[in-house]
């Protein structure tokens, strides 16, 4: 049997199987950095797929078993988002923007993974909403309206409410309990890169836009 290149893995727990996507940058500077650091058995660090930025994807966790890439966090019921997620890592050092051939490599790779595992494009999410205490991957840079123009993600329309509770909406759609500020960091870092200030009725609209639409589900099981 060929091992797979990182031994940072272990069973799903309780029988899991994957629902949702998680997107991580490498915050490294070059991809074979970040390959010898998933692949490194005491860094006790992996995820399923690692994208370069010339578009190479490399499969370093098989999507069957638990890659180590998410840590403490949760999105809606689910706490152990490693038994319930694949992981996808992008080569980028944290401050610069994701090249056109990543992001069509990515763009492959996620219609893959949702049309074989049944995802539906809202269970795509960044490392930065499910641990928005202490994450800000994919980062402001990400094109995460992009994905949602091809249906791999979700982007907020226009038709919420102003005036509904943001950290009410946020938590509907699936971010977890957290300091309000923290959810209003982690949301705007997603789907308001720009903005800045106190909380805004834009921001209250769109986040209730996307709990009325995509409510979350927490599936069959919260393990």
Known sequence: MTLPPSPNFGERRCGAR???????????????????????????????????????VEALVPEEARAWHAGAGAWGAVTDVNSRSIGIELQNPGDAPFPEPQMAALERLLASILSRRQIPPERVIGHSDMAPDRKRDPGPRFDWRRLARSGLAVWPGPGGDPAAPLAASLRAFGYPEAAPATLLHAFRLRFRPWATGPEAPEDRALADDLARRFPVDGGPSAA
């Open 18 to 56: 994957p629902d949702l996507v998680v997107i991580h940058y490498t915050a490294m500077p070059g991809c074979a950095e970040a390959r010898a650091r998933l692949c490194d058995p005491d860094a006790e660090v992996s995820a399923h797929y690692l994208v370069a930025e010339a578009g190479e």
